[in-house]
């Protein structure tokens, strides 16, 4: 098994509860594959750099997550069934990004 982050944008046209609901939807999907999620970070409603699908916000989410590279490739064709989803990466952790991010959500969390 290996340690991904996976950064997901959301349609920033949907209500707060509707963002909770396609968040738990996308954790369940990573639990149910007998994953683990370590971190999940709500980074809110940011402007987006270019349009997406004429939109110029979303909602961005991150996961840590520890799973097989099958699962990761399993949530990025849910990612693609889903129209509230903007775009999305997943990027496998190497020893010094793990450790990056561990001193990250430390900082996350003190703030």
């Known amino acids: ?22 968040v738990e939807k996308f954790s369940s999907f990573v639990k149910s594959k007998k994953s683990n999620i370590n971190h999940e970070e709500n980074w ?4 987006l750099k270019y349009p997406i699908q004429n939109k110029r916000t979303g909602f961005y989410y991150m996961f840590e997550h520890k799973s097989n590279p099958q699962t990761t490739k399993e949530l990025e064709i849910e990612f693609k069934r889903d129209e509230r989803v903007l775009r999305w990466l997943s990027v496998k952790l190497d020893k010094h990004a793990v450790e990056y991010a561990e001193k990250r959500k430390k900082k996350h969390i003190k703030s």
């Not at 950064?7 to 046209?13: D, E, S």
């Not at 809110?44 to 402007?47: R, V």
């Open 44 to 47: 809110g409603l940011k402007k």
């Open 1 to 22: 098994m290996n340690i991904y982050e996976t950064v997901f944008i959301l349609n920033p046209v949907l209500s707060e509860s509707q963002v909770k609901e396609t």
